[in-house]
């Protein structure tokens, strides 16, 4: 076990009557990068305060690298944060700032200005030292924040939807450098937000929340291709949701009839408990959506165009389909792309295995 | 649209009692100068020559700026963890504050009177002590400049609770958060970033206790020694039993501009231990 290791077991928290986390079971493992997302209100910042210590779970327990640390101060954990609105300290300067906690476990000076140019030079702001918190854009404030919660160089690092205040270029920038730095280091990072692109870009480990529950957990690309419930699969990237009803169940695949049309969709893709007769839900990405006849298994059907919209590189439509409305993602320098217009009819088609199920239950 | 060409000539009305207080103000204050220079006999420095010459005069303006300024500072200090517990108990604050201001709903004659009950030759403080047997007869505690340190003390820590609280209300949590999650425990993280932060707010209250102090009357005439005047009371006494104006005069100048010095090196006090960027 590598250090900066979280085990979360079965921990709860209510806040007077309302229930904000609801029996969270999670490994986190050291040195990865985990994101905590979900839409406002889901727990994933209750369930990082918990991690912290600034809030004891109801129930449940939570454990860094075998310890558990229930009852253990903030001050007294393995851990450092980067908060949300940053909290860096208005009257102590850049330097003074990195320098706090090294200043609180009364180290020698000389090992603190040390430490503290290799994380401003780590963040990018060695010159720094000397500025005052009000002099630095918001871009510097955040990387200040990050050398402040480093220079300490604890197993893990929690961060509370640090770059939400920031303007999109930027965001990206540091989203790039962030990662960077976790790659460098080898620390814990966890990572509380909203945004699904961010969580996409940065994580090894997404934590998908909902409710207070977990929903999903998984890599990036597991996440996205094989979502473990609707909610994770509306949340995560655009999907076309369908409803169908499940024909016949066998060995191999599932067959499911669609607005009258069937379709076999293989096991592996298949959430959830699938028995003939049974309703469910056909999820497909847009970027499944392809024109023309499939040479595979796949659902075809006549659609017309009701709205195109060029992206660049990508062209995203919106369909009128039997099956109600589907968005289409294609890239634009395929020829027939190139001719489709608004009003035109076109025959479609979505590969089988590239629905994921969801058996209703 | 009536409305919007009419508003600005009707808000000219409003400044109206402003305009009036402010000429009262500077008419006083025109009239006290010309008070201070202008005697029976025409332009004269007599008045300021005499302060600088007399020795108990000096002793009068010592004891003033001394005990303006040791009510200042135990004010601060006495008041400081008040605010911090009212800062630090928001379910309680409203109910604290109200038993932190109450004082102020009884009359300052009445509430010194008080203090004559407790601290007097036969007060409470004192019967007690001597039933105690830690003293055999009774301790001074008014009557001197104590008992007008007291006394001050008293009236002026509401206005320090408040200039500190306001101050401190301003603090974000989540720097006391940020403290404790970078190693630090509650006092390092006091000593580190609240008291830093809540200075501004200890140095409002300084500079409002130490003027109000430098001008007080009632409570050194009550709690004082008859012969250890304050600049104050020196001058309701010119003003009121020996109606010499032009000597009260040069006297409330000689006041306000210690008061102003006073105030200055406050002022330079809190730009040495303050940054600037966080004013």
């Known amino acids: 076990m590598s250090r900066g290791t979280i085990s979360i077991a079965g921990v709860g928290k209510e806040f007077g009557a309302a229930t904000v986390l609801d029996a969270v079971d999670l490994t986190i493992a050291g040195g990865s990068f985990v994101t905590l997302l979900g839409p406002s209100g889901c727990g994933k910042t209750t369930l990082l305060r918990l991690i912290a210590g600034f809030l004891e779970p109801s129930r449940g327990t939570i454990a860094i690298d075998g310890v558990p640390m229930q009852g253990v101060p903030p001050r007294l954990r393995p851990l450092g944060m980067v908060f949300q609105n940053l909290a860096l300290f208005p009257h102590l300067d850049v330097f003074e700032n990195v320098a706090y906690g090294m200043r609180i476990r009364g180290m020698a000076a000389a090992e603190i200005s040390g430490r503290v140019s290799r994380f401003l030079t780590l963040v990018g702001l060695a010159g720094f030292e000397r500025r005052r918190i009000g002099q630095l854009s918001g871009g510097q404030k955040q990387r200040v924040a990050l050398a402040r919660s480093l220079a300490l160089e604890p197993a893990i690092l929690l961060l509370d939807e640090p770059l939400s205040a920031l303007d999109l270029q930027l965001r990206r920038q540091l989203q790039v450098e962030l990662k960077s730095i976790q790659r460098q280091l080898a620390t814990t990072f966890v990572f509380v937000t909203h945004d699904q692109e961010e969580a996409t870009m940065l994580s090894d480990t997404i934590v998908v929340m909902n409710g207070g529950h977990v929903q999903q957990v998984g890599t990036p690309g597991e996440i996205y291709r094989r979502p473990a419930s609707p909610f994770v699969a509306r949340f995560v990237g655009d999907i076309n949701m369908l409803d169908g009803r499940i024909e016949a169940v066998d060995a191999g695949s599932v067959a499911v009839s669609v607005a009258g049309r069937r379709i076999a969709v293989p096991r592996a893709s298949v959430v959830g408990n699938a028995s003939t007769g049974g309703t469910c839900q056909l999820a497909c990405r847009p970027e499944s959506v392809r024109l023309g006849e499939a040479q595979a298994d796949a659902l075809s059907i006549e659609a017309r165009v009701s709205a195109l919209h060029r992206l660049g590189p990508t062209v995203k439509a919106v369909l009128d389909t039997p099956l109600g409305p589907l968005t289409a993602l294609m890239m634009a320098d395929q020829p027939r792309v190139a001719e489709l217009a608004e009003g035109k009819t076109e025959r479609l088609s979505v590969p089988s295995d590239t629905f994921t199920l969801f058996a209703s239950t | ?279």
């Not at chain 2, 203090?115 to 002590?129: D, R, Y």
């Open chain 2, 1 to 279: 649209m009536r409305g919007a060409t009419s508003t600005p000539r009707s808000l000219g009305w409003l400044l109206l009692p402003a305009l009036l207080v402010l000429a009262l103000f500077l008419g006083s204050v025109a009239l006290l100068f010309f008070h201070a220079f202008w005697g029976k006999d025409g332009f004269s420095l007599i008045y300021f020559r005499q302060i600088l010459d007399r020795a108990d005069y000096h002793e009068v303006f010592l004891r003033t700026v001394s005990i303006a300024a040791i009510v200042s500072v135990a004010a601060a200090i006495l008041a400081y963890p008040i605010a911090w517990l009212l800062w630090r108990l928001p379910r309680w604050r409203n109910l604290l504050l109200v038993i932190v201001l109450v004082p102020w709903l009884v009359s300052l004659v009445v509430r010194t009177y008080g203090w004559l009950v407790i601290l007097g030759p036969k007060g409470f403080l004192n019967e007690t002590l001597k039933w105690a047997g830690v003293i055999q007869s009774p301790v001074p505690l008014i009557f001197n400049d104590l008992g007008v340190v007291i006394g001050l003390t008293h009236v002026l820590m509401p206005f320090a609770v408040i200039s500190t609280l306001s101050v401190l209300l301003q603090i974000d949590h989540r720097l006391e958060e940020a403290s404790e999650s970078l190693g630090a425990g509650g006092f390092d993280t006091w000593r580190r970033v609240v008291l830093p932060l809540s200075l501004p707010g200890v140095f409002t209250g300084l500079s409002i206790t130490f003027l109000t102090s430098m001008g007080a009357i009632v409570t050194p005439i009550l709690l004082g020694g008859v012969r250890q005047k304050m600049a104050g009371t020196q001058i309701y006494q010119e003003v009121v039993y020996n109606f010499n104006m032009s000597k009260a005069s040069a006297w409330a100048i000689c006041l306000l501009l210690l008061s102003a010095l006073g105030l200055a090196l406050l002022r330079a006090a809190e730009a040495a231990l303050v940054p600037k960027a966080d004013r």
